[in-house]
């Protein structure tokens, strides 16, 4: 008769086998475990450091156009030595830059800071399958000023007949003066985000009426008191989501088109920008006029008593009318542009010098909230400069992240 063998070795062995296996399972579950935990810790470390160079480059964006100032404000928000966003129990590898990005109006001479942030971060359960450190490098652009501060403002832009003239006072059919003062005004609103800002336009002379804004404009529409000063409502389409000018705007279309005749009267005009700005200004935003002219007020509206001081102190009015805009907080840029070419000076609607006497540098510099924001050129040429000088400078003190 055949013994049957006893069973206790095999389900020893089988034992074993699951032990192994379960001991191997358990190795490869902590593993796995283990990686998720160093991962998650390198993405928090990454949000941080993301979070230390956009503050970095904010910060240091502040103090453009210096670079020195701005880099080492940058690196005071950053994550190296004393800076204020420091990692614990992380090697960070910290760059700052500045440069000039040309896509960005105005360099003068580097408009952005760039923040990179490089840190190794070591491994606690990930060195079980050899990652003993992960790599994470971030980093963050800003620029400084870009057009992204809220603000509301007025064009005030002399378009007489001596913006088509050259300096001898020769007629110059291609209207060279009026066309660079058209070509400052767009590189002007090109610096501005219209989510930001809203600008609009006022001219002198006045047209007849808006719908007349593209017509040659005459020196008796100053005696009409329906004539139209503003031409352009404050506005915010102006610019195209892509940077470039929305031509078809009402703004930039009018720019465009506007020709040049007539005499000069500083006055209504500034008294229109100011009152847009009343009416259609945001409450919690900065009011900003920009008056360009290229010589002395000689005239004003036949409406008003020849003593009045619009006839007979038009350059006078002039900074009368703009010192009572100022008075309402807001700040106001006069652009002399050409005015070594006037001869003639600041006289009233009969000819004759105002009284007391006035220049026309002492004019502009006076419709002017303060000297440094009376820009003059006084020879003919481009006005690029000048106009994204004054636009740099309402966009002092702000920062935009760009990468």
């Given amino acids: ?150 603000v509301d403002i007025m064009l005030v832009l002399d378009r007489t007949g001596s913006m088509c003239q050259d300096s001898a006072g020769r007629s110059d059919p291609s209207c060279t003066d009026l066309n660079n003062a058209k070509a400052g005004i767009k590189t002007f609103l090109s610096y501005f985000d219209p989510a930001q800002a809203h600008v609009g336009l006022a001219v002198l002379p006045p047209a007849t009426s808006v719908s007349a804004k593209c017509t040659q404009p005459q020196s008796t529409n100053y005696n009409s008191t329906t004539a139209a000063y503003l031409l352009v409502p404050l506005s915010n389409d102006f610019r195209n989501t892509d940077g470039t000018l929305n031509t078809s705007s009402n703004l930039v279309s009018t720019v465009n088109c506007l020709q040049g005749n007539g005499t000069t009267s500083y006055a209504n005009a500034i008294e229109a920008a100011q009152a847009e700005l009343a009416a259609h200004g945001r409450t919690s935003v900065p009011h900003v006029i920009v008056f360009f002219s290229d010589g002395a007020a000689n005239t004003g509206p036949s409406y008003y008593a020849s003593t009045s001081p619009y006839r007979a102190k038009p350059c006078h009015q002039g900074v009368t009318s703009a010192g009572n805009a100022k008075a309402t907080g807001t700040i106001v840029y006069s652009i002399g542009y050409a005015l070594d070419d006037d001869t003639g000076g600041c006289k009233n609607a009969n000819g004759s010098v105002e009284s007391p006497a006035i220049t026309v540098y002492d004019a502009l510099q006076g419709i002017a909230s303060t000297p440094d924001k009376f820009l003059v050129k006084p020879n003919p040429g481009e006005l690029q400069t000048i106009y994204t000088a004054i636009a740099e400078d309402i966009s002092a003190g702000s920062s935009s992240l760009i990468g």
């Fill in 1 to 150: 008769m055949r013994r049957e063998q006893p069973r206790t070795r095999a389900l020893s062995s089988e034992q074993g086998q699951a032990i192994v296996f379960v001991a191997l399972m358990l190795v490869i579950l902590i593993a796995v475990v283990g990686i998720v935990v160093d991962v998650g810790m390198a993405f928090r470390t990454q949000r941080q450091l993301q979070a230390a160079a956009d503050a970095a480059a904010l910060a240091g964006a502040q103090k453009l156009p210096d670079p020195t100032a701005a880099a080492a404000t940058a690196r005071s928000f950053g994550t190296g030595t004393g800076g204020n966003n420091q990692i614990d129990n992380v090697s960070v590898n910290e760059g700052v830059s500045t440069a000039c990005v040309t896509t960005i109006p105005g360099c003068r001479p580097v408009n952005t800071v760039s923040v990179s942030e490089n840190a190794t971060i070591p491994t606690f359960f990930s060195k079980i399958v050899g990652f003993n450190a992960f790599t994470v490098k971030v980093k963050a652009t800003a620029c400084s000023p870009c057009g992204s501060k809220p």
